[in-house]
């Protein structure tokens, strides 16, 4: 099946730095990768997703990329703030498993956004 | 619009007993599917249920089981429960025909 690498596993930057999470993946007919935000005690929610027939996706501070070449797709976080600081999580639909509710999620990555 | 709405969100259970947690999913939403989050194993995928039947299932041993009913709520069950089974189990709900998953707030589950 699916197989979903996320690096790195803690980032710590400066308030108003960048912030870039990768992840890779290992089926090539994978063609939705979400990004979920988890802050302490709550719920993930979905930030930003990305489907394989674009390359780039933006959404005010936050963009992905996708390389499907590569197999590897990054969360960006510009201007970072301390209410961004929380455990990001990649994922990919497993192999096979089409349009379902069957995603593969990375380890995640604990982000520290310093005042 | 509600929300995944999931019960009880806490609850505390001896080795050997079992539990049932519930989910109700957005309104419209067919697609129920169960994660297990632990520090050390990140977001596990249990099961998925669309239209009162599994599609699909992850790599967990029979004790864990699901079912999802005509209005697509849905509840898991875990029997005789393992020390190891202690997380937060979330539920996701989906339209179905995408999987663009939204979150309810968990059931911790801790057994001693």
């Known amino acids: 099946g699916e197989n979903v690498e996320q690096h790195p596993s803690t980032l710590s930057v400066q308030e108003g730095d960048s912030a870039v999470i990768k992840c890779t993946y290992s089926d090539s007919a994978s063609n939705y990768f979400p990004w979920y935000k988890q802050e302490l005690g709550k719920r993930p929610q979905l930030i930003i997703d990305?489907?394989?027939?674009?390359g780039e996706k933006k959404d005010q501070r936050i963009a992905v990329t996708l390389n499907k070449t590569a197999k590897h797709f990054s969360l960006h976080i510009t201007e970072t703030q301390p209410e961004d600081s929380a455990v990001y999580f990649c994922?990919?639909?497993?192999?096979?498993?089409?349009?379902?509710?069957?995603?593969?999620f990375g380890q995640g990555t604990t982000l520290q956004v310093k005042p | 619009k509600a929300g995944v709405t999931q019960t009880p969100r806490y609850l505390i259970k001896t080795r050997g007993q079992q539990v049932t947690l519930s989910c109700s999913p957005i309104?419209?939403?067919?697609?129920v599917s169960w994660y297990q989050q632990t520090p050390g194993q990140g977001l596990q995928f249990l099961f998925e249920y669309f239209s009162e039947t599994q599609r699909n299932k992850g790599n967990f041993p029979g004790r864990f089981s699901g079912r999802q009913f005509s209005n697509s709520r849905s509840e898991m069950n875990v029997s005789t429960l393992e020390l190891g089974d202690s997380a937060l189990y979330l539920c996701a709900s989906s339209p179905g025909g995408a999987n663009v998953l939204t979150f309810g707030a968990g059931s911790r589950l801790t057994v001693l």
């Open positions: 994922a990919a639909p497993d192999q096979g498993s089409g349009n379902t509710g069957k995603l593969i």
């Open positions: 990305i489907r394989s027939n674009v």
């Open positions: 309104s419209g939403h067919r697609s």
